[in-house]
């Protein structure tokens, strides 16, 4: 069948079966991107020894948490380059690119020697399979949305694409329940030798299965009936969109950092500050994370029931009230079950955020520059809040301020409600009820 044909058949209405297999094909892939993406935050506490000298704890974990925010330096170049790719040449072609090139970073990962064999280029290829793994996944995530929100009908848009966030989370899950399994099997020197290594040749081999169910997506109806094709570039007609460019970067901004706070960071927090065992720490993210994957469908089927706008401003109100209080109460804990409630609490918050955050800006934006308004100013800026969120932290300690991060979060949080107070509801006033 040539393209044209292809096109045509694309073109027809779906059915919600077809809706159904395409949501999930999409959103497995979604599932292998983000867990080979999260394995390098479950694991870093045992490769930090790998790749870096021998020194203190802290100080190889800010040169591992410094590499984790360099590869979301790349996210901005991937969710331009793939952006512009899937606005020009699908959907389904960018997700097919994205995953292919996490696949090569999570080999790059687990085939590189120890400092100890290779020296300095140890280090040097964990930046280099980290970029690449930011490149995909900056792609990843302006696709992916565009995606499943131009695959759900106008009723379930909210309900449908939070499962971006399941998946996204389900990745972080099965990456902490590899590091248990290992935990629980191999010793901690076994861990710090090679036993780190295994989740990602586990991720690479993912990746291609994900490879082949993304070839059978079918392309969204608001990609193939485009009548024209755009006449000029589409950074240009992108910045013809000024005021919904700042609203994805404004909304964005308290939602990220408080994510990865309370997900990649705190299982090093709960070691680290809290003075908790690896094993400990891991239970607690792993039970925390499930039912916060479990939210996320709640809460998005709830915006399409009262709209978009009151869930976010419900996270910038109890996250600028709550934020201070959770993490400074968190820092003197001695209990599993305080430290679990109090983070499933944060997460709690967090939800009104992360269940709709990717419908709402797929909303913001004309479909011929939906990927790339989606992606590009979404990635900057969680490779500045997002990206640093763990860096920051640990230099806040480093120092003796840490209750300086906790008013970080808290700021952030704040300038992101002023943005939810101020923008109008996108489930009434949706540029996708026009495709």
Known sequence: MDNSSTLAASA????????????????????????????????????????????????????????????????????????????RKGRKAALLASVLLMCFGSLIIALTPSYETIGIAAPILLVVARLLQGLSVGGEYGTSATYLSEMATKERRGFFSSFQYVTLISGQLIA?????????TLTTEQLESWGWRVPF???????????????????????????????????????????????????????????????????????????????????ISAATLFLFMLLQPIVGALS????????????????????????????????????????????????????????????????????????????????????TAEYVALWFKSIGMESGFYWYVTACIACSLVVYVFMKDTRTHSRMNHD
């Not at 964005?252 to 094993?279: E, H, I, R």
Request: charged residues 15%; aromatic residues 14%.
């Open 176 to 184: 902490l329940a590899v590091l248990i399994i290992l935990q629980q």
């Open 12 to 87: 027809e209405p779906r059915t919600t079966s077809q809706r159904i297999k395409s949501i999930f094909s999409g959103s497995v892939g979604n599932l292998v991107e983000w867990y080979d993406w999260y394995v390098y935050a479950a694991f870093s506490l045992y490769f930090a020894k790998a790749f870096f000298p021998q020194g203190d704890l802290t100080a190889q974990l800010l040169n591992t948490a410094a590499i984790f925010a360099v590869g979301f330096l790349m996210r901005p170049i991937g969710g331009w380059l793939m952006g512009i790719y899937a606005d």
């Open 304 to 387: 399409d029931k009262i709209g978009r706008r009151p869930i976010l401003i419900a996270f910038g109100v109890l996250g600028t009230l709550f934020t201070y209080p959770i993490l400074s109460t968190l820092h003197s804990i001695d209990t599993w079950w305080g430290a679990f409630f109090l983070i499933m609490a944060a997460l709690i918050i967090v939800s009104g955020y992360t269940s709709i955050n990717a419908v709402v800006k797929a909303e913001l934006f004309p479909t011929e520059i939906r990927a790339l308004g989606v992606g590009l100013p979404y990635a900057l800026t969680v490779s500045i809040f997002g990206g």
């Open 201 to 283: 040749f586990i991720g690479a081999l993912c990746a291609v299965v994900a490879m082949f169910l993304r070839r059978g997506m079918e392309e969204t109806e608001s990609f193939t009936k485009r009548k024209d094709k755009p006449k000029e570039s589409l950074m240009r007609t992108l910045m013809r969109h000024p005021k919904e460019l700042l609203t994805v970067v404004g909304l964005t901004m308290g939602g990220t950092l408080a994510f990865y706070t309370y997900t990649t960071y705190m299982q090093k927090y709960l070691v680290n500050t809290v003075g908790m065992s690896k094993n400990d720490s891991t239970m």
